[in-house]
């Protein structure tokens, strides 16, 4: 509910918060400033985005003015803002966010609704009839895309692995948020290693859909990337070696054995890696129809591929 009350030209309302704090972030080169902005006032006051704009001249409280100027401080030296909130959006649903794990991407989208949109249109893939839908999800991290198709794809199992045990521990957390940890199996190991024990996943092309969001990131680019991922994102999650291929490489040409015939494969990679990366796909014997798929932003980001027919 708005205020009646006069504003002060001194008073810090949210209007005036929300100038001050996305100035200072377009200054400092920081993305998205607004909406970093936004992110930060409401972890503060405690309330919906769309309060913001109903009651632009609700004056902050001295306590709530010295918490923003704490976490201001702390993303001005490019902190991420998910992090210093402890929250991220990804597909529409908010997952925890902390220094276990990157930051979910709008990029990382595309699989998600690729996959989708795969399911929609193959009978047997999704749906009520799609019963019994394996998804294996390789470098879960936060476990973004496992859960955001665990809830789309309702009757599915999906199984997802990363080498990182803080990494896995936080993806749980985010599938009992979203209650979908009853049908999310998550594994500690090194891509396709701990699949080998699961009792549906460890059998060979069995699995309708592979996803995977790896490190890709080529060591000609590193010193390229911006400091607010650089300095506080795990390094291990980044990083894709020499080529930017390293983890992407085995996952193509390894993953249509996992997948039945007309499963879809979905990865991830560098938009500079992109022709390298297809090349593999289309090599891989098992695979066919391979493309690169573009991102929001109309980047080359997603190689996607076929399960050939028997």
């Known amino acids: ?45 405690g309330c919906d985005r769309l309060r913001l704009y109903t009651d632009p001249d609700r004056p902050a409280s001295p306590l709530e003015r010295q918490a923003l100027r704490d976490l201001v401080a702390r993303a001005l030296r490019h902190e991420p803002v998910q992090y ?3 929250e991220a959006w990804f597909f529409g649903l908010p997952f925890k966010a902390d220094r276990r794990a990157l930051v979910p991407r709008p990029a990382t989208e595309t699989i ?35 859960v955001a198709l665990a809830l789309r794809l309702p009757h ?14 936080l993806a749980r957390e985010n599938a009992a948020r979203h209650g979908v940890a009853d049908r999310i199996d998550f594994l500690v190991g090194d891509l396709f290693a701990p699949l080998a ?16 969001n790896p490190p890709y990131i080529p060591d000609d680019e590193w010193g390229d990337v911006p400091a607010n991922v650089k300095e506080y994102e795990p390094e291990i999650a980044l990083r894709g070696g ?3 291929l390293r983890l992407v ?57 076929r399960r050939r027919g028997d």
Do not use: N
Request: charged content about 25%; some cysteine.
């Open 84 to 86: 210093l909130t402890g």
């Open 242 to 244: 020499e080529d930017g």
């Open 1 to 45: 509910m708005a205020t009646d009350q006069p504003v002060s030209a001194q008073t810090w309302t949210t209007r005036r918060l929300l100038a001050w704090m996305g100035e200072a972030f377009a200054k400092a080169g920081i993305d998205s400033p607004r909406l970093c902005a936004e992110m930060l006032l409401l972890h503060v006051v």
């Open 156 to 169: 599915a199992r999906v199984v997802a692995t990363d080498v990182s045990a803080e990494a896995v521990g």
């Open 197 to 212: 024990e699961h009792p549906a996943a460890g059998t060979k092309g069995r699995a309708h859909y592979l996803v995977a």
């Open 112 to 146: 998600v609704e690729h996959v989708l949109q795969h399911a929609r249109a193959t009978p047997g893939f999704g749906g009520a009839e799609g019963d019994g839908t394996l998804v294996i999800d390789l470098c879960t991290g936060s476990g973004c895309v496992a």
């Open 249 to 305: 490489r085995p996952i193509l040409e390894r993953g249509g054995a996992h997948l039945r015939p007309g499963g879809m494969l979905a990865v991830e990679i560098a938009e500079s890696r992109a022709e390298e990366a297809l090349a593999i796909a289309r090599a891989a014997p098992e695979l066919e129809d391979a493309r690169v798929l573009d991102d929001f932003e109309g980047r080359p980001r997603v190689v996607m591929a």
